[in-house]
C-alpha cells in the first residue's frame, strides 16, 4: 500500500505537470476530492487482488504469470487501454462484475468528470469489492497453511 501511494503521488505530479504545459493551470474542483476519495479504495481493492494472486504461491511455486495476466486485466478491462464508456455493451456489462473498474476506471471518470459520476455508487461498488476480496484472500490464506500443514511444512 505504501508503494501504491507513492506512485499515486508521483504519477499524480508528473501526469499534472505535462498536462498543465498543454493544457494550462487544471481547474480545482469537486473533481479533485472524488479522486481523492475513491483512490483508498481503489488502492485497497488493487491491493487485496495482489495479495489474492500472491496466496496462490501455496500451490504454484511462481506466481509471475498469475501477476502477468492480472495486469492485463487491469489494463484492458478496467478501463485503462479504453474507456469502459466507448466499449461495446455486451463488454461493459461484462466490466461491471468485475473489480478493475474499482482500481482504475471509477477514480479516473470522477476526476474528470465529477458532475456525470455516481460517488456514492462508486465508493459502495469499492466497498463490496474490498469485503469480497478480503473474505477471499482469507479463504485462500486458511486453506494454503492447512494444505501447507498437511504436507509437513
Not at 45 to 59: D, G, I, Q, R
Not at 86 to 96: F, K, N, Y
Amino acid at each position: 500500500m505504501g508503494e501504491a501511494a507513492l506512485r499515486f503521488v508521483v504519477h499524480l505530479a508528473a501526469g499534472s505537470a505535462i498536462a498543465w504545459c498543454f493544457v494550462g493551470p487544471p481547474a480545482f474542483g469537486a473533481g479533485w476530492a472524488g479522486l481523492l476519495a475513491l483512490s483508498a479504495g481503489a488502492m485497497t481493492v488493487a491491493f487485496l487482488l495482489n495479495v489474492t494472486v500472491a496466496l496462490c504461491a501455496f500451490w504454484v511455486e511462481e506466481t509471475r504469470g498469475l501477476e502477468f495476466v492480472l495486469q492485463k486485466l487491469q489494463f484492458t478491462v478496467g478501463g485503462m487501454l479504453l474507456p469502459i464508456d466507448m466499449m461495446p455493451d455486451w463488454l461493459q456489462r461484462v466490466c461491471a462484475w468485475l473489480p478493475f473498474q474499482a482500481v482504475l476506471y471509477m477514480p479516473a471518470r470522477t476526476a474528470v468528470d465529477f458532475a456525470g459520476s455516481p460517488l456514492a455508487r462508486y465508493l459502495a461498488v469499492q466497498a463490496a469489492w474490498t469485503l469480497a476480496l478480503a473474505v477471499l484472500a482469507v479463504f485462500i490464506y486458511r486453506r494454503g497453511v492447512r494444505r501447507l500443514h498437511v504436507n509437513g511444512g
